[in-house]
Nanobody, 116 residues
């Protein structure tokens, strides 16, 4: 199993950024993005189920972030718009086995910095 996140960088407040996560090695039940800001605990951002395509979002990103998946490329995306300084964090992609209630696999983080 391999999860490879990319696409982080420095962006001004109000700007946009797209993160990618190449997820390969098996069929997953769902994949997700989490983030960890400096000095804070890791928090859930968004997830997508691979069977029905249902998506879930943290309240803090609803209407601004969009998760999607390209099955042919085994890649998950996070389109982030209207970015705020409080979105600054290391973003991690994660994957869960089909019958798992937890995220079993984690990629390395990609850093997003939003300047005011």
């Amino acid at each position: 199993v391999q999860l490879q996140a990319s696409g982080g960088g420095l962006v001004q407040a109000g700007g946009s950024l797209r993160l990618s996560c190449a997820a390969s090695g098996r069929t997953f039940g769902s994949t997700a993005w989490f983030r960890q800001a400096p000095g804070k605990d890791r928090e859930f951002v968004t997830s997508v189920r691979w069977d029905y395509g249902h998506t879930y979002y943290a309240d803090s990103v609803k209407g601004r972030f969009a998760i999607s998946r390209d099955g042919a490329k085994d890649t998950m995306y996070l389109q982030m718009s209207s970015l705020k300084p409080e979105d600054t964090a290391i973003y991690y992609c994660a994957a869960a086995d089909p019958r798992s209630s937890e995220y079993d696999y984690w990629g390395q983080g990609t850093e997003v910095t939003v300047s005011s």
